[in-house]
């Protein structure tokens, strides 16, 4: 739906002639939340993002729309015909564990085939510190986009699939600029309702079909 379409369609219940520019406003609000809250499959991307330039880094830089991670980074090894996942770990244990990254002299610092990461300052942390600077790293990520909405917009994000969900944040939101708290909550709830559905038929779509395996009786 384009901006005007949505405003038309938000006004169908939102009888109000006077607040476009609140409404617009709103939408802004209420696709920048979806895009926070959510892992849609209409904003995954897949990407390999460049390695360290120089031994001794240990830092890779996110890309510039990255929003979420999805998954785990794969390291892969062109070279040695390797690739394998690395484990996610907290700043706080990646610190503790590669503590001599910090030494100035290289040759102080324990370098190898990377097999953790963090996530810190927009940027990945990799440990050990590579011993090369050959490998290639794979990340799955949702990306980050904020528009704001206007009459001009072409093309209003999820409203052509989840029109109903966006409509619902949306009049939440100016319910609650009223002070009409009665009617923010109620559209408030069908909006959050309307973001578990996503997130779940997002998850069935993305699960694999292996069988479950029951042991015992």
């Known amino acids: ?48 993002i460049a390695g360290i330039v120089t031994l001794g880094e240990y830092k890779i830089a996110l890309p510039s729309d990255f929003k979420h991670i999805v998954g785990d980074i794969t390291i892969v090894d062109n070279a040695g015909g390797d690739f394998r ?61 904020y ?7 072409t093309s209003v994000p999820f409203t052509d699939r989840y029109r109903a969900i966006v409509r619902a944040g949306t009049l939440s939101e100016m319910y609650q600029g009223l002070e009409a708290f009665e009617e923010a909550n109620y559209w408030r709830s069908s909006y959050v309702d309307g973001l578990v559905k996503i997130n779940k038929t997002d998850v069935q779509n993305i699960a694999d079909s292996d069988a479950v395996a029951y042991n015992g009786i």
Request: hydrophobic residues 25%.
């Open 1 to 48: 739906m384009t901006g005007t379409e949505f405003l038309a369609y938000v006004k169908r219940v939102f009888k109000r002639t006077d607040k476009d520019t609140e409404i617009y406003e709103a939408v802004t609000d209420t696709i920048a939340d979806m895009r926070l809250q959510l892992k849609s499959e209409d904003y995954k991307e897949e990407a390999y």
């Open 85 to 145: 996942t690395l484990t996610k770990i907290s700043k706080q244990t990646y610190d503790e564990k590669y503590g001599d990254r910090l030494y100035t002299a290289i040759g102080d610092v324990n370098t190898g085939y990377p097999t953790e990461y963090c996530i810190y300052a927009e940027q990945i942390y990799i440990g050990p510190v590579p011993d090369a600077t050959t490998y290639k790293y794979y990340i799955n990520y949702t990306t980050e986009d």
């Open 147 to 153: 528009v704001e909405i206007s009459g001009s917009t």
